[in-house]
């Protein structure tokens, strides 16, 4: 089988997988009981299902920024560059939960694009592939709405890589800071880039 390589093939590819993970999600969610939720998430089975794990740490510091209390578990773990975001777009539909999942996704899903691209530029031949096994990647359902970091991380990182491949260096230091704000990996993403670059 081969698989198309157009930048439209790629989107219907990220899209597609992005609604098959999300459908898998509410499937879940409707199947198997849901522990108690915040009493601000939405009373959507999907963003239900979608609002676990960490996801509560980033909403706490989208309501009440970072704190500590000594011999207490805080958001300080957290990286700002997700939150940060998150709260922006609080601000437009109302309800951080939703918020939350909304910059997941549209985050994961450019960040496939991104990878995309990037991968075009290294080797075209196999792009189309290595952009299907980062789709279908088991943990790539982090990409795809969960309220987490990682699709931001990954668009921040393709479009790093992206803008060395291009002779763009200042955009390449641009998007690894901003990725370097997102997840504690942050210095292989660093240390990936100046070794492309060299």
Excluded: H
Aim: hydrophobic letters at 55%.
């Amino acid at each position: 089988m081969r698989l198309p390589d157009s930048s439209a093939a790629a989107v219907r590819l990220a899209v597609g997988v992005a609604v098959a993970s999300l459908t898998a999600v509410a499937v879940g969610g409707a199947v198997w009981p849901q522990p108690a939720a915040a009493p601000d998430v939405p009373d959507w089975l999907l963003v239900r299902s979608l609002a676990r794990w960490d996801a509560g740490w980033y909403a706490e510091i989208v309501s009440r920024g970072y704190w500590l209390k000594p011999g207490e578990q805080s958001p300080v773990a957290f990286f700002p560059l997700y939150p940060l975001v998150a709260g922006a777009m609080t601000v437009l539909v109302g309800n951080r939960w939703l918020a939350l999942e909304l910059v997941s996704l549209a985050a994961g899903v450019g960040g496939l694009l991104a990878f995309g691209a990037w991968a075009r530029r290294v080797r075209v031949d196999a792009a189309p592939r290595a952009l299907l096994g980062l789709a279908l990647y088991p943990f790539a359902v982090y990409l795809y709405g969960v309220g987490y970091s990682d699709g931001l991380y990954l668009t921040c990182g393709a479009l790093a890589f992206w803008a060395v491949e291009t002779d763009r260096p200042w955009a390449a230091a641009l998007f690894g800071a901003l990725g370097t704000a997102c997840r504690p990996i942050a210095p292989a993403l660093v240390v990936g880039l100046v070794l492309r670059s060299a």
